[in-house]
């Protein structure tokens, strides 16, 4: 995937996190439109969620940090879906989706 110079010092970038409770999934994302990612998710147009139901299944949405470039959210979320010890010790028998992505 190859960015536009323009999105490497674009700082709008957030990181998400959805958690799939019925799945017991956690899913780390970062996105410069929130609302746009999200529905993305809500129509199955993203791989890593794509087998969750929005409408149906418990699934938690939370804003983990905001105003970042887009390397800086890519390592926060990476580094995230590798090891939150918050949430390793909250959600100890959730799986984290990897995204492939970043």
Not at 18 to 38: A, M, P, S, V
């Amino acid at each position: 995937m190859t960015s536009r110079l323009s999105d490497l010092f674009d700082s709008s970038y957030i990181v998400y996190k959805l958690i799939n409770h019925d799945r017991k999934e956690i899913y780390y994302g970062i996105t410069n439109d929130f609302q746009k990612r999200l529905k993305a998710h809500q129509n199955n147009d993203v791989k890593a969620t794509l087998d969750w139901v929005f409408k149906s299944q418990d699934i938690d949405q939370t804003i983990i940090d905001r105003n970042l470039i887009k390397t800086k959210a890519s390592d926060k979320a990476h580094n995230l879906s590798n090891g939150s010890l918050t949430d390793a010790l909250r959600y100890s028998d959730y799986d984290v989706i990897d995204t492939g992505g970043w």
